[in-house]
């Protein structure tokens, strides 16, 4: 008979620890040098909110991050919506003629390298301007299409494998008590799968700020989202503000997660 081997606590302990260091400890060391009164980002000469100042006092950096979060908010929103329907045609509808068209179609912007993806859009764009003279200069109307087109893959994965695990004698049960399809969608499906609803809205609103590639192929003069703008300073000098302003979202998206917990444990104690 062979005994099986307790676990080194100790061991355990190093591994956990090793782990959640090679996670945090980069943003940890951004937090800290973001209070650094140095010029110097890897240089430390004392605290200072010095660069929280002139992070306030640089309007093209703030009205980029403004930008993003609106773009980023839109786009979430519009992609839920529509990656919401397409997961469910996905889950529900079988395979009905062109459903291999279908999926292909839905499942293309997970595939295709952003540069081709925001290529492709650029000279869609280009043409409908000469033919219709729309539209026109781009901007945030442009880049707004662009992350809807590349959310919507993912929200409808998320939305589809969802659904698929529901168990569908509720849905079932309501069309026999007489409620029409849509109706059973809207009050039986949608609660259902509410929390997938609100992690594809996270994600697609991550996805949407953290883009380069799409927003500088389809961003226009005045119109430059937050990360194409600190990626063209990065090759100028980072400069220290932008510790601030991450650090500004890190406590913004920490503080979001912590609601939602509380939200999701209340919800569930009732």
């Given amino acids: 008979m062979s005994t ?22 980069p943003i940890a060391t951004l937090i800290v040098f973001s209070f650094n009164d140095s010029a110097m980002v890897t240089s430390w000469s004392g605290f200072s909110f010095r660069w929280y100042t002139a992070l306030f006092n640089d309007s093209v950096l703030l009205s980029a991050a403004w930008l993003s979060f609106r773009i980023g908010a839109l ?48 000279l869609m764009f280009v043409e409908m301007d000469k033919l219709f003279g729309w539209p026109g200069e781009r ?14 893959a993912y929200v409808a994965v998320i939305i589809q494998s969802r659904i698929r695990d529901l168990d569908r004698s509720l849905e079932e049960a309501a069309l026999d008590l007489g409620a029409p399809p849509l109706k059973v969608f809207f009050l039986i499906t949608l609660p259902l799968i509410a929390p997938a609803l609100g992690a594809a809205w996270l994600l697609s609103f991550t996805l949407s700020l953290d883009d380069v590639v799409i927003a500088s192929f389809l961003s226009g003069p005045g119109f430059t989202p937050l990360s194409p703008e600190i990626f ?35 919800r569930e104690e009732r």
Wanted: proline share 5%; aromatic share 10%.
């Fill in 75 to 122: 786009s979430a929103t519009a992609a839920v919506i529509i990656g919401t329907w397409a997961g469910y045609v996905l889950a529900r509808m079988g395979r009905f003629p062109g459903f291999s068209l279908y999926l292909g179609m839905v499942s293309a912007p997970l595939v295709i390298p952003e540069v081709v993806l925001g290529l492709s859009l650029l």
């Fill in 139 to 152: 901007g945030m109307f442009t880049i707004w299409v662009g992350h809807v087109l590349l959310c919507t």
């Fill in 232 to 266: 063209s300073r990065v090759r100028l000098g980072l400069k220290p503000e932008v510790n601030a302003l991450a650090t500004l979202f890190i406590l913004a998206v920490g503080v979001c997660v912590i609601v939602a917990h509380r939200l999701q444990k209340r």
């Fill in 4 to 25: 099986a081997i307790a676990p080194n606590p100790w061991l355990r302990g190093l591994v956990l620890f090793l782990g959640f260091g090679f996670l945090y400890l």
